[in-house]
């Protein structure tokens, strides 16, 4: 099972990505198996030398009752030290955007895919739509030949 954030890719160029793994409860990661994940506006910052995700979205665990846990709440990712410093340096230094492409499993632990990230412009985003469609449209012609 795996979530994937495909606004990301329309909205950033990402240049880099890495694996994290994430901080979680029980019940948030029963609700992630039962695939209640959101995080399209979700992104990641660094703060005293860790990282968090904000606005990301966990839906509450129907069998959950008073050990549930909030929707939205701030979660601590874990990463390297040495990548942290990296990450932090782009991020102040070059003005790129840490967000969340996937959550997915390894290993029974849940996994963060984090990309770092530029942000498009309008012209960019209409420039990927058209060569998609063009890919797409060549594809067509390719299987009709033959």
């Given at each position: 099972?795996?979530?994937?954030?495909?606004?990301?890719?329309?909205?950033?160029?990402?240049?880099?990505?890495?694996?994290?793994?994430i901080v979680l409860s029980g019940t948030?990661?029963?609700?992630?198996?039962?695939?209640?994940?959101?995080?399209?506006?979700?992104?990641?910052?660094?703060?005293?030398?860790?990282l968090y995700i904000l606005n990301m979205?966990?839906?509450?665990?129907?069998?959950?009752?008073?050990?549930?846990?909030?929707?939205?709440?701030?979660?601590?990712?874990?990463?390297?030290?040495?990548?942290?410093?990296?990450?932090?340096?782009?991020?102040?230094?070059?003005?790129?955007?840490?967000?969340?492409?996937?959550?997915?499993?390894?290993?029974?632990?849940?996994?963060?895919?984090?990309?770092?990230?530029?942000?498009?412009?309008?012209?960019?985003?209409?420039?990927?739509?058209?060569?998609?469609?063009?890919?797409?449209?060549?594809?067509?012609?390719?299987?009709?030949?033959?």
């Amino acid at each position: 099972m795996e979530i994937q954030n495909r606004k990301a890719r329309h909205d950033y160029f990402i240049e880099d990505e890495f694996e994290s793994g994430i901080v979680l409860s029980g019940t948030e990661i029963k609700s992630i198996r039962e695939g209640a994940c959101n995080f399209n506006d979700s992104y990641i910052i660094v703060r005293n030398g860790e990282l968090y995700i904000l606005n990301m979205y966990i839906g509450i665990y129907k069998q959950g009752n008073i050990f549930n846990h909030e929707e939205t709440r701030t979660r601590k990712l874990l990463m390297h030290k040495r990548e942290i410093l990296k990450l932090n340096d782009k991020i102040r230094l070059e003005g790129y955007t840490l967000i969340p492409l996937k959550l997915y499993f390894k290993n029974n632990k849940a996994k963060i895919l984090v990309g770092l990230c530029k942000g498009k412009k309008n012209y960019d985003k209409r420039e990927t739509i058209k060569e998609r469609d063009i890919k797409r449209t060549l594809e067509k012609i390719s299987k009709n030949k033959y």
